[in-house]
């Protein structure tokens, strides 16, 4: 049974770190992309990084690149993003989900679809 699990949300102050995990299971990351994605309420969905099986592989959307830093433990099966200067904006549920393919797209999105998600993490910025 595939499944994601989201951890490491919180309240945290502008110019603050979180660090997420998404702890995968069911399968192992080699098959598949890792996406992660925000959905503030009233927005839409915004996918902002991804990272591959392949070498070097990791991308970001251009609202978060240069804070946000994805990586992958794969003797864990588990992603994570690295979340600096964070900024009231960034304020939104955290989701990760598996691209049924092991691609990225240069925006931190996969062009492969998405399969499964987790059930989110909340993180906001205010002071």
């Known amino acids: 049974q595939v499944e994601l699990v989201e951890s490491g949300g919180g309240l945290v102050q502008p110019g603050g770190s979180l660090r997420l995990s998404c702890a995968a299971s069911g399968f192992t990351l080699d098959c598949c992309a890792i996406v992660w994605f925000r959905q503030a309420p009233g927005k839409e969905r915004e996918d902002i990084s991804c990272v591959s099986r392949v070498v070097g592989s990791t991308s970001y959307a251009d609202s978060v690149k240069g804070r946000f830093t994805i990586s992958r433990d794969n003797a864990k099966n588990t992603v994570y993003l690295q979340m600096n200067s964070l900024k009231p904006e960034d304020t939104a549920v955290y989701y990760c989900?598996?691209?049924?393919?092991?691609?990225?797209?240069?925006?931190?999105?996969?062009?492969?679809?998405?399969?499964?998600r987790g059930q989110g993490t909340q993180v906001t910025v205010s002071s």
């Open positions: 989900a598996r691209a049924r393919l092991p691609l990225c797209g240069p925006k931190g999105d996969s062009p492969a679809s998405l399969d499964y």
